[in-house]
């Protein structure tokens, strides 16, 4: 059993930045790929970054050039750092652990970003 606990989320102005982390329990973290989500309302989840166990990462194309993905395998924590954020960046985020078919989500941050 995995638990994954996000914090970091919060209220800041367009342009500013946040960092979302991510601790996991568990040895699995280490060899799983990691990852965040966002839902704004009204819409579907959607993939933001992850990053593999050998330190592979993939972005949105809406957060290229702005927000970076990294992980802490010793700390078993997981960083989202968001910059020039946009009021579209507005979302509650979820950290996501995947490992062949072992799939475990947190419980969710809500970012807010004022225009």
């Known amino acids: 059993q995995v638990t994954l606990v996000e914090s970091g989320g919060g209220l800041v102005q367009a342009g500013g930045s946040l960092r979302l982390s991510c601790a996991a329990s568990?040895?699995?973290?280490?060899?799983?790929?990691m990852g965040w989500y966002r839902q704004a309302p009204g819409k579907q989840r959607e993939l933001v970054a992850t990053?593999?166990?050998?330190?592979?990462?993939n972005y949105a194309d809406s957060v290229k050039g702005r927000f970076t993905i990294s992980r802490d395998n010793a700390k078993t924590t997981v960083y989202l750092q968001m910059n020039s954020l946009k009021p579209e960046d507005t979302a509650v985020y979820y950290c996501?652990?995947?490992?062949?078919?072992?799939?475990?989500w947190g419980q969710g941050t809500q970012v807010t970003v004022s225009p």
């Open positions: 996501n652990l995947r490992k062949d078919r072992y799939d475990s």
């Open positions: 568990g040895i699995i973290f280490r060899v799983a790929t």
């Open positions: 990053i593999t166990s050998g330190g592979s990462t």
